[in-house]
C-alpha cells in the first residue's frame, strides 16, 4: 500500500466534495415532498448505480489488478456501509432528533477515522497535532450548529434515533478506511460496484419499511435525478479517488466543510439567516484542518 500523497488536487476534489455534499440538504429537501425518506435513499442511489454503471461498461469493466481472499467480503460489506445503511439510519434518526444533531454526528466521522486509520491503515499515524487539529474542527462545527443541536425533542424514540445517527457516522468511517485497504483498483470500477450493492441492499429495505415506490410529480424526478448523478454518482468517484490516493484521514476533512456549505448555501438559496457565530466557527475550522494538515501544506507550498 503506497502511502498518502497529497496533492494540489486533493485538496480541489475535497473541496468540491464539501461544496456538492452540503447542497444535498437543499435538494433533499424539496425531494421529500415528493417521496418518503427511504425510497429517497433508493432512489438516488440507484440513479447513480445505473450512470456508473454506464460509464463503468464503456471503459471495459476494469475492476481490481489483484485479489485477496479478502477483498469480496470487504467489497460488500463497504458497498452497504458506504452509502445505503447510514442513509436508512439517517433518514429514521432525523425523526426523533435535531437536525443539528445529526450535522454534529457527520462532523464527528472525522474523530471516528483518526484512531481507525491509525490502527488499520499504514502510514495514517495518530500524532497530537494532527488529533488536536481535528478536534479544533469539531469544535468549529459544533459551534457553527449552536447549542441547540444538543436539545432533547421529547420524542419518545430520541436515544433510539441518536444512536442511529452516530451510526451512521461509524459506517462513513469504517467504509472510508477499508476503501483504503483495499487491493490496487480502477476507481470508476470500485466507486460503481460499491453503488450497486447500496442499491441491492436499499431497495429491498425501502419496500420492506415504506411499501411500493411511490410515482413522484416531474419536479421530484428531476431532483432526484440530480441527487443520484450529482450528490451520489459523482461524489462517491471523487470519495474513492480521494481516500486511495490522500487517505481517509484527509477525505474525512470533507465532514469540516459540509455544515458550514449547508448554512451559507441555505442563506443564499432559501434566504435563511446566517448565525453570527459562522466566522468564528469557519475560524476554529480552518485552523483544525491546518494544524492537522500542516505537513501536507508545507509539503504542498514548498512545490511551488
Given at each position: ?286 485552523s483544525g484542518v491546518g494544524l492537522s494538515q500542516y505537513g501536507a501544506l508545507k509539503r504542498l507550498f514548498s512545490r511551488a
Amino acid at each position: 500500500m503506497a502511502p498518502p500523497d497529497i496533492t494540489r488536487i486533493s485538496w480541489l476534489m475535497i473541496a468540491i466534495l464539501g461544496f456538492v455534499w452540503g447542497a444535498s440538504f437543499l435538494f433533499v429537501e424539496v425531494a421529500l415532498r415528493g417521496i418518503t425518506p427511504f425510497w429517497l435513499a433508493a432512489a438516488r442511489i440507484s440513479f447513480a448505480a445505473l450512470l456508473m454503471t454506464l460509464i463503468w461498461g464503456a471503459r471495459g469493466w476494469a475492476l481490481f489488478a489483484e485479489t485477496r481472499r479478502s477483498t469480496w467480503p470487504t467489497v460488500l460489506l463497504v458497498g452497504a456501509l458506504s452509502s445505503a445503511v447510514p442513509f436508512m439510519l439517517l433518514s429514521w434518526g432525523q425523526q426523533y432528533v435535531t437536525s443539528g444533531f445529526a450535522g454534529v454526528c457527520m462532523a464527528a466521522v472525522a474523530l471516528i477515522v483518526l484512531p481507525l486509520a491509525h490502527i488499520l491503515v499504514p502510514g495514517e499515524h495518530l500524532t497530537p497535532r494532527k488529533g488536536i487539529g481535528f478536534v479544533l474542527g469539531f469544535c468549529g462545527v459544533v459551534v457553527l450548529i449552536g447549542g441547540q443541536a444538543f436539545v432533547s425533542t421529547g420524542a419518545a424514540l430520541e436515544t433510539f434515533g441518536r444512536i442511529a445517527c452516530v451510526a451512521a457516522a461509524a459506517c462513513y468511517a469504517l467504509s472510508s478506511v477499508l476503501v483504503r485497504r483495499l487491493p490496487l483498483v480502477d476507481a470508476i470500477g470500485l466507486a460503481t460496484v460499491l453503488l450497486i450493492i447500496g442499491a441491492m441492499v436499499a431497495i429491498p429495505a425501502a419496500w420492506l419499511r415504506e411499501g411500493p415506490p411511490p410515482m413522484p410529480d416531474r419536479q421530484t424526478l428531476v431532483v432526484l435525478a440530480i441527487l443520484g448523478v450529482v450528490q451520489t454518482a459523482a461524489a462517491n468517484f471523487l470519495r474513492v479517488t480521494v481516500i486511495r490516493s490522500a487517505g481517509p484521514t484527509f477525505m474525512s476533512l470533507t465532514n469540516y466543510q459540509v455544515p458550514l456549505w449547508s448554512v451559507v448555501l441555505g442563506a443564499l438559496v432559501l434566504g435563511e439567516p446566517l448565525p453570527p457565530s459562522l466566522l468564528l466557527a469557519l475560524a476554529l475550522i480552518l485552523s483544525g484542518v491546518g494544524l492537522s494538515q500542516y505537513g501536507a501544506l508545507k509539503r504542498l507550498f514548498s512545490r511551488a
